[in-house]
């Protein structure tokens, strides 16, 4: 059945650098890709999202990356901030309302 | 856009006892609804999935059921609630773009 593979499963980083969370995914067709960041105790917020005919898009420090080819797309978080830690999620979608995820990263950004 | 509300935000329960949390969504018709669960420091499993009032698909089997008794009311039960119940339950529907979804708040169970 469909997977989507995340990695790291924690990354800790220090204030300041950059953070990059990896996704692979297995359904060809899937044409769209969230990403979502949950804070504890808290439901998942969708933060940015990418469609299938894009290969990159950007808002302010975060970018999300995709290569169809490789059926690869990764997060990058620029100048990280203590408030960038959480849980991020990647998800896949194949045009239809199931969404596959991945496992989640825990980001820790030390200050 | 739309909100999605539930409760209660916690439960402590013992074992053996009924369940039923509630969500309901503002701010959209027809939507796709979903119950998840998620273990302490684990992944989203999803429970169940509601395309329309009455219609529920179970994911997994389990001791949970789901009902969808109006358009943007989705409730999830148990007759007899088991220790591995315990987790954080989150309920989600499709936005107005219909790939997206959007999560409430959740509600954490501890079964004892």
């Known amino acids: 059945g469909e997977n989507v593979e995340q990695h790291p499963s924690t990354l800790s980083v220090q204030e300041g650098d950059s953070a990059v969370i990896k996704c692979t995914y297995s359904d060809s067709a899937s044409n769209y890709f969230p990403w979502y960041k949950q804070e504890l105790g808290k439901g998942p917020q969708l933060i940015i999202d990418i469609r299938s005919n894009v290969g990159e898009k950007k808002d302010q420090r975060i970018a999300v990356t995709l290569n169809k080819t490789a059926k690869h797309f990764s997060l990058h978080i620029t100048e990280t901030q203590p408030e960038d830690s959480a849980v991020y999620f990647c998800a896949a979608i194949t045009g239809g309302f199931k969404t596959i995820f991945g496992a989640g990263t825990r980001l820790f950004v030390k200050a | ?112």
């Open chain 2, 1 to 112: 856009s739309q909100t999605i509300h539930q409760w209660p935000a916690t439960l402590v329960q013992p074992v053996g006892s009924p369940l039923s949390l509630e969500c309901t969504v503002e701010g959209t018709s027809n939507p796709n609804l979903y119950w998840y669960r998620q273990a302490a420091g684990r992944g989203l499993q999803l429970l169940f999935y509601s395309v329309g009032i009455g219609q529920i698909s179970s994911e997994v089997p389990q001791n949970l059921s789901a009902s969808r008794p109006q358009d943007r009311q989705f409730i999830l039960s148990s007759k007899k609630l088991l220790l591995s119940d315990s987790g954080f339950y989150l309920c989600a529907c499709h936005g107005p773009i219909a790939e997206t979804q959007y999560f409430g708040p959740g509600t954490r169970l501890l079964v004892l």
